[in-house]
C-alpha cells in the first residue's frame, strides 16, 4: 500500500470517516450540478423522450421514408426525379 504510513499519522478511525465522507460529498456536488445545468435531466426522470419533440426531425424530412409511409417505391421516386 502506497500510503501505508499515513496510518500512522492520522488515527483510521478519524481517517476512513473524513475519506468517506470527502467521497460522498464530491458525489453529491457532482449529481447537484448535473441535475442544475442541465435541460435533459428532467425530462429523463420523468419518463418523456430527451431532447423533446423541436429536436425530433419532422416525419417527412427524408423523401425515400416518406415515400415508404405512403406505399410508393424507391424506384418509382427515382424515375420521377429523372
Same mark, same amino acid.
Given at each position: 500500500?502506497?500510503?501505508? +504510513?499515513?496510518?500512522?499519522?492520522? +488515527?483510521?478511525? !478519524?481517517? !476512513? %470517516?473524513?475519506?468517506?465522507?470527502? !467521497?460522498?460529498?464530491?458525489?453529491? &456536488?457532482?449529481?447537484?450540478? /448535473?441535475?442544475?445545468?442541465?435541460?435533459?435531466?428532467?425530462?429523463? /426522470?420523468?419518463?418523456?423522450?430527451?431532447?423533446?419533440?423541436?429536436?425530433?426531425? %419532422?416525419?417527412?424530412?427524408?423523401?425515400? &421514408?416518406?415515400?415508404?409511409?405512403?406505399? !410508393?417505391?424507391?424506384?418509382? &421516386?427515382? *424515375? *420521377? *426525379?429523372?
Amino acid at each position: 500500500m502506497n500510503n501505508a +504510513k499515513m496510518w500512522l499519522v492520522v +488515527k483510521p478511525s !478519524v481517517g !476512513v %470517516p473524513l475519506l468517506l465522507g470527502g !467521497v460522498a460529498i464530491g458525489s453529491f &456536488l457532482v449529481h447537484l450540478a /448535473v441535475v442544475s445545468n442541465t435541460s435533459w435531466y428532467g425530462d429523463f /426522470v420523468n419518463g418523456r423522450p430527451l431532447g423533446g419533440v423541436t429536436a425530433m426531425a %419532422p416525419a417527412d424530412a427524408n423523401p425515400a &421514408l416518406a415515400a415508404m409511409r405512403h406505399g !410508393v417505391s424507391v424506384a418509382s &421516386l427515382q *424515375a *420521377a *426525379a429523372k
